[in-house]
T-cell receptor
């Protein structure tokens, strides 16, 4: 089992819809959870972080964490073509390491 | 500008050469990292320094050697470059990279290394 798993996609949604991105992790001692956006040829950019169970909202983005299920998700409301990118889930394990998932490619169709 | 600065952006070199990549951050973060992103876009940790102490040293060939002269700088030196070393190398920094909760990373712009 991979330490951080994401569906590679591509996930295609129409403009204005909600995009839902999911991630599972294996280390129950994990304490910090992140979502990064990476455009082609660019470096990853932090868009959300969450530490506690529940939802955390920031603008059009909502991160959801369920530690019992070892599951973290990202919802993007009112998706825009500019949201088309690869979204990386990252998990800080119980030690020092932050492990990245392989990423989900999102396409938002105008 | 506050940022993570990484140089060079592109590096094309022949097999067997030795090269270095430099990284500097002015964010006041206490932890710096080197990640390798392969052709499938998978980001893999290589090294991490927390307050100048090496805390992550993944299984990478010993041809790769990190050096952190101070908290704001982390360099990567690669000896005897091989074709398989071709990838994008990202430097990153964060606050609180030790045990426990950590802040998110700020990444440098990446160094695309091509070994021919």
């Amino acid at each position: 089992q991979k330490e951080v798993e994401q569906n590679s996609g591509p996930l295609s949604v129409p403009e204005g819809a909600i995009a839902s991105l999911n991630c599972t992790y294996s280390d129950r001692g994990s304490q910090s959870f992140f979502w990064y956006r990476q455009y082609s040829g660019k470096s990853p950019e932090l868009i959300m972080f969450i530490y506690s169970n529940g939802d955390k909202e920031d603008g059009r983005f909502t991160a959801q964490l369920n530690k019992a299920s070892q599951y973290v998700s990202l919802l993007i409301r009112d998706s825009q073509p500019s949201d088309s990118a690869t979204y990386l889930c990252a998990v800080k394990t119980g030690g020092f390491k932050t492990i990245f998932g392989a990423g989900t490619r999102l396409f938002v169709k105008a | 500008d506050t940022a993570v600065s990484q140089t060079p952006k592109y590096l094309v070199t022949q097999m067997g050469n030795d090269k270095s990549i430099k990284c500097e951050q002015n964010l006041g973060h206490d932890t710096m990292y080197w990640y390798k992103q392969d052709s499938k876009k998978f980001l893999k940790i290589m090294f991490s320094y927390n307050n100048k102490e090496l805390i992550i040293n993944e299984t990478v060939p010993n041809r790769f050697s990190p050096k952190s002269p101070d908290k704001a700088h982390l360099n990567l030196h690669i000896n005897s470059l091989e074709l398989g070393d071709s990838a994008v190398y990202f430097c990153a920094s964060s606050q609180g990279g030790g045990q426990g909760r950590t802040g998110g990373y700020t990444f440098g712009s990446g160094t695309r290394l091509t070994v021919v």
